[in-house]
Nanobody, 124 residues
Framework: QVQLVESGGGLVQAGGSLRLSCAAS????????MGWFRQAPGKEREFVAA????????YYAESVKGRFTISRDNAKNTLYLQTDSLKPEDTAIYFC?????????????????WGQGTQVTVSS
């Protein structure tokens, strides 16, 4: 059974940082491309960042580029998202997801497995 479990969310002031983690089990983690998405109340789920299975190629939404960093540790079956210089508009539930599809990683429908999400709240 595939499980993706996010952690590390919380309440932080604007300008602060959080490190989100996604622990994977039940799948060959090192063979999956991984992504982070977020969903704010009343809004659609949106792409945040993705990283290919090697960890070398990473992609970011324009809204987070330069502030967020995605990384992975294949030995620990764990995905990370370092979020810096947080803004109130970053407030959302953050989800990690896994796929073996090699393209359009910014699209939620390309992903096969999802975690339950972790709440990030940024106060002004």
């Amino acid at each position: 059974q595939v499980q993706l479990v996010e952690s590390g969310g919380g309440l932080v002031q604007a300008g602060g940082s959080l490190r989100l983690s996604c622990a994977a089990s039940g799948l060959a983690f090192s063979t999956y491309h991984m992504g982070w998405f977020r969903q704010a109340p009343g809004k659609e789920r949106e792409f945040v960042a993705a990283v290919k299975w090697t960890g070398v190629s990473a992609y970011y939404a324009e809204s987070v580029k330069g502030r967020f960093t995605i990384s992975r540790d294949n030995a620990k079956n764990t995905l990370y998202l370092q979020t810096d210089s947080l803004k109130p508009e970053d407030t959302a539930i953050y989800f990690c997801a896994a796929t073996r599809r090699d393209s359009y990683l910014y699209t939620p429908y390309r992903y096969d497995y999802w975690g339950q999400g972790t709440q990030v709240t940024v106060s002004s």
